[in-house]
DNA sequence: CGGCAGCTTGATTGCTGTCAAAACAGGTGG
DNA sequence: CCACCTGTTTTGACAGCAATCAAGCTGCCG
């Protein structure tokens, strides 16, 4: 866990800074705990670049990703003052933390908070759709769609990373690690991607890899 | 659709007034959309009394209920001004209705939506390990425990009701109802609930079912 | 009494989880 | 540079739970 600053990473696309806060974002690590489930919640967090993901662990140590978050996000929503999920950077990022005071004192900035945290609430309703709606290889495919939106890959084509491990994938869509892998070289068998290294994949046909996301709503 | 006011429903508790509102609630017989989605987003509303359910709907007529709002709970919340889901009375429902100039003008108001919203998110998630981490009979049990938290049954022995079919339970914990009818047939024959009707259960043992409900965090 | 809708029960299939082992990548040290 | 080790991913074999299809059952209402 050496907290070597690496600038190196490559910004797929800038960040859409609707508010520029007091404070500049710091930047993590990968990899870097945010907070954890159980803290008291005193700050805010706006993550300016990267992929922070947050999850939550069962008593026996069974663990379900809630959701991964990218420029633009807020954690640290509680409505009891508690943290219900523990949030880890996944790549190196760039977070502005915010206090309470600071969103109170910013009408604007309380105004997009409150928006993000409608957008989060919907999210985690579209994907209790896809936990019970959809097989494997459509939450894989749907995944990997996500995945392409989030870094603006709106091409047919694209490479797109994976930064996160498989065994997260599976925690995220509620399955195992092995199915998840099964599915992903079932798709790579028909030509719709192709997984030229762990965490990066190329996606040949995203029309196809959409209807195999059975996008039905 | 005749909104005829029909003051005979039995409100098991008293709705828990944390601000009162410049319009009093207007009763809401069940099964009386409160809005649907696509919808544009006009107003919120604040649950009374009574039970809403949310759900959302996919090309193929798949349906999963997003949740069950209570006394206290806010509705129609949004990020983009449209709503994602469909709002509609299980029960006879009393509603207030508010605009978002009422919401902006009352900080009180306005910050006991952002932390319902918060709750409800917590709760959107805390689903997500439900229907990914536990089995059938888990499920089950959970949504009992839930109604019976709800209604305020804290009393080992306990009869709560079920205003919903089966067929919501089924699209709300993501399962067939021929399960869902299974799985609560197996709880009677262990003893631990009695179904004296179609939409009551009496519960004989809210320790043990809290057990097979599996609340592992 | 008949009809209908909702619910329960039964039989069968199949998807996905589990256990197990092999392949692979990345890092370390000789 | 290679051998080795370790953790991750892939592949394989198998069992089990829950979905599906199908048939009875119950309560309700005309």
């Known amino acids: 866990m050496q907290h070597q600053v690496v600038e190196n990473f490559t910004p797929t696309f800038v960040p859409p800074i609707t508010k520029t806060p007091t404070h500049l974002g710091r930047i993590h690590p990968e990899k870097t705990p945010l907070f954890h489930q159980g803290d008291p919640s005193k700050y805010f967090y706006k993550v300016r670049s990267g992929v922070v993901m947050t999850y939550r662990l069962l008593k026996d140590s069974q663990r379900q990703i809630t959701g991964f978050c990218t ?3 807020f ?3 509680t409505s009891d003052g508690i943290q ?10 760039n977070i502005v933390r915010l206090t309470r005071a600071e969103i109170q004192a910013d009408k604007e900035l309380q105004q997009e908070l409150f928006t993000k945290t409608c957008l989060q ?11 019970t709606k959809k097989s494997a290889s459509e939450k894989v495919a749907a995944f990997l769609v996500m995945l392409a939106n989030r870094q603006k890959s709106e091409t047919n084509e694209a490479d797109i990373r994976l930064p996160m491990s498989r065994q997260d994938i599976a925690d995220f869509l509620g399955m195992s690690i092995e199915t998840v892998s099964r599915r992903l070289t079932a798709l790579k068998s ?6 030229p290294s762990r965490h990066i994949v190329h996606i040949f046909n995203m029309g196809a890899l959409k209807k195999l996301a059975g996008a039905r709503s």
Chains 1, 2 share one sequence.
């Not at 219900?84 to 990022?93: G, L, R």
């Open 121 to 131: 609430l919907e999210e985690a309703q579209d994907m209790m759709m896809t936990l």
């Open 190 to 195: 028909k030509q719709v991607i192709g997984l």
């Open 71 to 73: 420029a633009g996000d």
């Open 75 to 77: 954690l640290g929503m």
């Open 84 to 93: 219900h999920d523990t949030a880890i950077t996944v790549t190196t990022c």
